[in-house]
C-alpha cells in the first residue's frame, strides 16, 4: 500500500470514526439536541377515555411529552380552578365555556402568532362562525380551541303528534302555537292535563335561559351588544332578518304560562320540563344532544324524537342557539408554545372526529359537520351547528339570575314585558359600572 492510499484511508477511518462519536454524544455538542422532557397537565371533566388515548397517541408522536389528564367534577369545576390558578398550581390547558369568555379572559393565554402557523383566519375556516367570533379578539388573537358545539332542538312525543293528527313537528313558531293549542288538554274549570310544551317558566323549564336566549337573538336582538360591551335589549337594527323586540319575545316565551292566553299550557305546578316529558306530561319540549340520553334513562319505552328548533316565518335565515366548551392555555404556563401545539393537534380532523363520537356531540370543524353522526338523532344537530349563534355575558351566574327574574315577573303580573325588559336592561349595564368607593 502505498503512502497516497494509507491518506485516503486514514481519512476515511478518522471520518468514521467522528460520525460514531457524534452519534454516542462522546463529542459533546456535535450531535443534534434532543428535546427536554416535560408533562402537560390538562383539566377537564369529560370521560378520561378519550383522554388517555389522546395522550398515548400524542406520546408516540411526540415521545418527550407527557399528557396528565385531570378530570375534574362539573360541580366544582370552576372553583377548583380558580383556587389552583390562585395558588400558581393550576394547569397548562384547561376547558372552559363560551359563556365564561368575558369572565375569564385575563387567565387565558392567546396562541402566540410569532410561534404556529395557525392565524385568525385559518381558524374561522376551520371552525364554525359563533366560535370565530367569540375565541378570536379584535387584535386577532385567538383565546381557544373548540372541539364540539351544542344547539337547542325541539324534543316531541311521537305518539301525541300521532293522536293529534299532527304529521311533522312544527318548523315555524306559527306552527307550534298551533301544535300547542292540539297538543294540550284541559280539566272543565281550565286546568292543565296534558301539556302541549314545557314553556313559559323559569324554575321548572330545563335551559329556560337559553330558549330566551334563542328567541331574542332570532327576534334581532342580541341581549349584549359586542361592541360597547352594553346591554343590546334595545337594538334598533334586526340581526337575521326578523324585526322585532326583546318585549315581543319575553312576551311570547312567558305566554305559555299565562291563563288569559289562548297558548296557555304550562304552568309552575309541573315538575322540571324533562321529567314531565319523560313522564308523558307534556308533548314538546326544547333540549341539547345531552338531554336525549337522560330522558332514555327515565323512560326507555318512551317514543320521542328531536326536530330543528323553529324559526319565524319572515326569517331570512336560521338562526339557532348555541353553546361550547373549548380548551384554552393558561398564563401560568411554563410551556406556551408546546400547550398550543398539543391543541392545534387536537383540533386535526382525526382527534375532532374522535372526541367528539366519544361525546354524541357534533364536532367544531367545519368539514366535520357534514360527516355521520355517530348516532341517527344527532343528524339535527349537526344540521344546525353552523348556523349557531351564541352571545358573550360578563357573568354567566348573574346573567341567568336576572333573566329567571325577568321571566317570573311577568309570569307572576308584577311586571309587563316592557318593564321586566327595562329592568333587565338596566342590570345588565350595572355589571359593567366599576364598584363604586
Given at each position: 500500500?502505498?503512502?497516497?492510499?494509507?491518506?485516503?484511508?486514514?481519512?476515511?477511518?478518522?471520518?468514521?470514526?467522528?460520525?460514531?462519536?457524534?452519534?454516542?454524544?462522546?463529542?459533546?455538542?456535535?450531535?443534534?439536541?434532543?428535546?427536554?422532557?416535560?408533562?402537560?397537565?390538562?383539566?377537564?371533566?369529560?370521560?378520561?377515555?378519550?383522554?388517555?388515548?389522546?395522550?398515548?397517541?400524542?406520546k408516540e408522536k411526540y415521545f418527550y411529552v407527557t399528557i396528565n389528564y385531570v378530570q375534574k367534577d362539573p360541580a366544582t369545576y370552576e372553583s377548583d380552578l380558580l383556587n389552583a390558578l390562585a395558588a400558581?398550581?393550576?394547569?397548562?390547558?384547561?376547558?372552559?365555556?363560551?359563556?365564561?369568555?368575558?369572565?375569564?379572559?385575563?387567565?387565558?393565554?392567546?396562541?402566540?402568532?410569532?410561534?404556529?402557523?395557525?392565524?385568525?383566519?385559518?381558524?374561522?375556516?376551520?371552525?364554525?362562525?359563533?366560535?370565530?367570533?367569540?375565541?378570536?379578539?379584535?387584535?386577532?388573537?385567538?383565546?381557544?380551541?373548540?372541539?364540539t358545539v351544542e344547539t337547542l332542538a325541539l324534543f316531541y312525543n311521537r305518539d301525541f303528534l300521532n293522536s293529534a293528527n299532527i304529521a311533522n313537528p312544527p318548523q315555524t313558531w306559527e306552527g307550534f302555537?298551533?301544535?300547542?293549542?292540539?297538543?294540550?288538554?284541559?280539566?272543565?274549570?281550565?286546568?292543565?292535563?296534558?301539556?302541549?310544551?314545557?314553556?313559559?317558566?323559569?324554575?321548572?323549564?330545563?335551559?329556560?335561559?337559553?330558549?330566551?336566549?334563542?328567541?331574542?337573538?332570532?327576534?334581532?336582538?342580541?341581549?349584549?351588544?359586542?361592541?360597547?360591551?352594553?346591554?343590546?335589549?334595545?337594538?334598533?337594527?334586526?340581526?337575521?332578518?326578523?324585526?322585532?323586540?326583546?318585549?315581543?319575545?319575553?312576551?311570547?316565551?312567558?305566554?305559555?304560562?299565562?291563563?288569559?292566553?289562548?297558548?296557555?299550557?304550562?304552568?309552575?305546578?309541573?315538575?322540571?320540563?324533562?321529567?314531565?316529558?319523560?313522564?308523558?306530561?307534556?308533548?314538546?319540549?326544547?333540549?341539547?344532544?345531552?338531554?336525549?340520553?337522560?330522558?332514555?334513562?327515565?323512560?326507555?319505552?318512551?317514543?320521542?324524537?328531536?326536530?330543528?328548533?323553529?324559526?319565524?316565518?319572515?326569517?331570512?335565515?336560521?338562526?339557532?342557539?348555541?353553546?361550547?366548551?373549548?380548551?384554552?392555555?393558561?398564563?401560568?404556563?411554563?410551556?406556551?408554545?408546546?400547550?398550543?401545539?398539543?391543541?392545534?393537534?387536537?383540533?386535526?380532523?382525526?382527534?375532532?372526529?374522535?372526541?367528539?363520537?366519544?361525546?354524541?356531540?357534533?364536532?367544531?370543524?367545519?368539514?366535520?359537520?357534514?360527516?355521520?353522526?355517530?348516532?341517527?338523532?344527532?343528524?339535527?344537530?349537526?344540521?344546525?351547528?353552523?348556523?349557531?349563534?351564541?352571545?358573550?355575558?360578563?357573568?354567566?351566574?348573574?346573567?341567568?339570575?336576572?333573566?329567571?327574574?325577568?321571566?317570573?315577573?311577568?309570569?307572576?303580573?308584577?311586571?309587563?314585558?316592557?318593564?321586566?325588559?327595562?329592568?333587565?336592561?338596566?342590570?345588565?349595564?350595572?355589571?359593567?359600572?366599576?364598584?363604586?368607593?
Amino acid at each position: 500500500m502505498n503512502r497516497a492510499q494509507l491518506i485516503i484511508f486514514g481519512t476515511i477511518g478518522v471520518i468514521i470514526l467522528i460520525a460514531v462519536l457524534i452519534i454516542y454524544g462522546v463529542i459533546p455538542g456535535l450531535r443534534e439536541p434532543q428535546p427536554e422532557k416535560f408533562t402537560l397537565t390538562v383539566w377537564g371533566f369529560e370521560d378520561d377515555k378519550f383522554w388517555k388515548t389522546a395522550a398515548d397517541n400524542y406520546k408516540e408522536k411526540y415521545f418527550y411529552v407527557t399528557i396528565n389528564y385531570v378530570q375534574k367534577d362539573p360541580a366544582t369545576y370552576e372553583s377548583d380552578l380558580l383556587n389552583a390558578l390562585a395558588a400558581g398550581s393550576g394547569p397548562d390547558v384547561f376547558v372552559l365555556n363560551n359563556a365564561q369568555i368575558i369572565k375569564h379572559k385575563e387567565k387565558i393565554l392567546p396562541l402566540p402568532q410569532d410561534a404556529l402557523s395557525f392565524n385568525a383566519r385559518d381558524f374561522k375556516n376551520t371552525f364554525f362562525d359563533a366560535a370565530a367570533k367569540d375565541l378570536i379578539t379584535k387584535d386577532d388573537d385567538i383565546l381557544g380551541i373548540p372541539l364540539t358545539v351544542e344547539t337547542l332542538a325541539l324534543f316531541y312525543n311521537r305518539d301525541f303528534l300521532n293522536s293529534a293528527n299532527i304529521a311533522n313537528p312544527p318548523q315555524t313558531w306559527e306552527g307550534f302555537v298551533d301544535a300547542v293549542k292540539k297538543l294540550t288538554t284541559y280539566t272543565e274549570v281550565g286546568t292543565v292535563v296534558r301539556s302541549g310544551a314545557a314553556l313559559g317558566t323559569s324554575a321548572n323549564v330545563l335551559h329556560a335561559f337559553d330558549i330566551l336566549s334563542a328567541l331574542f337573538l332570532q327576534s334581532g336582538v342580541e341581549p349584549l351588544n359586542r361592541d360597547t360591551g352594553k346591554s343590546g335589549f334595545r337594538a334598533e337594527q334586526p340581526m337575521f332578518g326578523i324585526q322585532g323586540s326583546a318585549e315581543s319575545a319575553l312576551d311570547f316565551y312567558t305566554s305559555f304560562a299565562d291563563t288569559r292566553k289562548r297558548t296557555y299550557s304550562w304552568s309552575s305546578f309541573f315538575p322540571d320540563s324533562l321529567t314531565a316529558f319523560a313522564q308523558e306530561k307534556t308533548a314538546m319540549m326544547f333540549g341539547y344532544p345531552t338531554d336525549f340520553q337522560a330522558i332514555v334513562e327515565k323512560n326507555p319505552h318512551l317514543s320521542f324524537d328531536v326536530s330543528a328548533f323553529p324559526q319565524s316565518a319572515n326569517a331570512e335565515a336560521a338562526a339557532y342557539y348555541g353553546r361550547y366548551n373549548f380548551e384554552t392555555v393558561s398564563k401560568q404556563t411554563k410551556h406556551r408554545d408546546e400547550a398550543w401545539k398539543f391543541l392545534l393537534w387536537l383540533a386535526s380532523i382525526e382527534n375532532d372526529k374522535a372526541f367528539a363520537d366519544a361525546l354524541n356531540l357534533p364536532p367544531a370543524r367545519r368539514d366535520l359537520v357534514g360527516s355521520k353522526p355517530p348516532k341517527d338523532y344527532l343528524q339535527v344537530f349537526y344540521d344546525q351547528a353552523l348556523s349557531s349563534k351564541t352571545w358573550l355575558m360578563p357573568d354567566e351566574d348573574k346573567i341567568r339570575q336576572i333573566f329567571n327574574e325577568m321571566i317570573e315577573s311577568v309570569v307572576n303580573k308584577s311586571a309587563s314585558a316592557e318593564a321586566a325588559v327595562g329592568r333587565a336592561d338596566a342590570r345588565i349595564n350595572n355589571l359593567f359600572q366599576p364598584p363604586t368607593p
